[in-house]
C-alpha cells in the first residue's frame, strides 16, 4: 500500500511516499481503509525528531483518520463497512491503518470524510482543554490565540457550543482573521497589540479564559487579559519558544496558568475518549461543531501538507485525501 514515511530528520521537506506492507490487525483491532487523514503540528514536529513521542525510523506518521472499517473483532462494536473515525496516533498516512476500537468513533450520518478527519486532535484536545482543565462556564469569555488555525478554529466553535458569552480570536493577518470569524469568534484582533485591544472590548475587565497554543512573546501580555481568576490554557508552543512566567503575576489577579496534555491524559484512562466523543457528537450532529477545511493535499503531497503547517500559512485544518 502507499504510505508517508519519516525515514530521516531532516524535516517536513524529507518525508517520502513509498510502498510498504499493509498493517495486520490483531485480534481485538479494528483495520480501517483511510480516505481523509488529519495534519497536525505534532507531525511537523516528528519530522525532525523533536516531539516527545519518538518512533524508531522509518516509521509512518499519521494521527487521526476518517475511512471506513474493513474487519472488525466479531461482537465488537464494529463492523465491515461501517464509517468511522479513528485516533490511531500513528500509522495514518497511508491507504490502510490499524486502531484501537476505544479509540475509534462511528461517524455520523451526513458528516463528510473531510470533516471527520479534523475532528479527533483539535476537538477532543480542546474539549480536555474547555471543559475540565479550563472549567469554562456559560457566560464566560475565551480569547483564542491562533484562532484561524485547526485548533483555534475548534477552540471558537466548542467554546461557542458550550455556552461561552464571547468568543474573542487573536490572529496575524487580516485574512485570518476572516477565517477566525467563519468559524464563530464574535471578535478578531490582531496580534500586533492584542493586550490593549481586547482590554478595550471587554471594558477593561479582560477574559476569563485564554486558550493559548503559540507560546512564544505573547504569554506574559496573555496573562495581562486575563479576569480575576482567570485561566490561561498552555496547548503549545507553535511559534517555537517556550515562554516562562514570574509567578507573582499570577497573584495580582488570582489568575491561573494550566497545562492541557491530552495526550497524558488519555493514555492512562482510555476510556476518557469514549467520555469525549459522547460529549462531543452532538454538537457535531446538531451543525455547532463544523471544522473548517483550509487546504487538502493528495497523500503524494504530504510534504507540503506538512509546509503548510511549518511555515504558518494554515488556513483552518489541512488535510490529506487518501482516497
Known amino acids: 500500500m502507499r504510505a508517508v514515511q519519516i525515514r530521516t530528520l531532516d524535516g517536513p521537506s524529507a518525508v517520502e511516499v513509498v510502498d510498504v506492507p499493509e498493517p495486520t490487525p490483531g485480534p481485538d483491532d479494528v483495520l480501517v481503509d483511510v480516505h481523509m487523514a488529519g495534519v497536525t503540528f505534532p507531525e511537523v514536529l516528528q519530522s525532525r525528531g523533536e516531539y516527545q513521542v519518538k518512533p524508531e525510523l522509518p516509521f509512518v506518521p499519521g494521527s487521526e483518520v476518517a475511512g471506513v472499517v474493513r474487519t472488525a473483532p466479531d461482537g465488537g462494536r464494529f463492523r465491515a463497512g461501517d464509517r468511522v473515525i479513528a485516533f490511531p496516533g500513528l500509522g495514518g498516512f497511508a ?184 460529549a462531543v457528537r452532538p454538537m457535531l450532529e446538531s451543525g455547532q461543531l463544523d471544522p473548517v477545511i483550509g487546504a487538502t493535499f493528495p497523500l503524494e503531497q504530504a510534504s507540503a501538507a506538512l509546509l503548510e503547517i511549518d511555515e504558518r500559512r494554515a488556513l483552518g485544518k489541512v488535510l490529506l485525501q487518501v482516497r
Request: net charge neutral.
Open 95 to 278: 491507504e490502510a491503518v490499524v486502531a484501537n476500537p476505544v479509540m475509534t468513533f462511528p461517524l455520523p450520518d451526513g458528516v463528510g470524510f473531510d470533516k471527520a478527519a479534523a475532528l479527533p486532535m483539535n476537538y477532543l484536545t480542546m474539549h480536555f482543554g474547555l471543559a475540565r482543565r479550563g472549567r469554562l462556564q456559560p457566560g464566560e469569555s475565551v480569547l483564542v490565540h491562533g484562532a484561524a488555525g485547526g485548533i483555534g478554529t475548534a477552540a471558537i466553535q466548542l467554546a461557542k457550543a458550550m455556552g461561552a458569552g464571547r468568543v474573542l480570536g487573536v490572529t496575524s493577518t487580516q485574512e485570518k482573521a476572516d477565517v477566525a470569524r467563519k468559524a464563530g469568534a464574535d471578535d478578531v484582533v490582531l496580534a500586533e497589540g492584542f493586550k490593549d485591544a481586547v482590554k478595550e472590548l471587554t471594558g477593561g475587565k479582560g477574559v476569563d479564559v485564554v486558550v493559548d497554543p503559540v507560546g512564544g512573546d505573547r504569554f506574559t501580555d496573555s496573562l495581562r487579559c486575563l479576569n480575576r481568576e482567570g485561566r490561561l490554557l498552555v496547548i503549545g508552543f507553535t511559534e517555537g519558544s517556550i515562554p516562562t512566567v514570574k509567578v507573582n503575576r499570577l497573584l495580582l489577579n488570582n489568575v491561573s496558568v494550566v497545562g492541557v496534555g491530552w495526550g497524558a491524559f488519555f493514555l492512562a484512562d482510555l476510556g476518557y475518549l469514549q467520555e469525549q466523543w459522547a
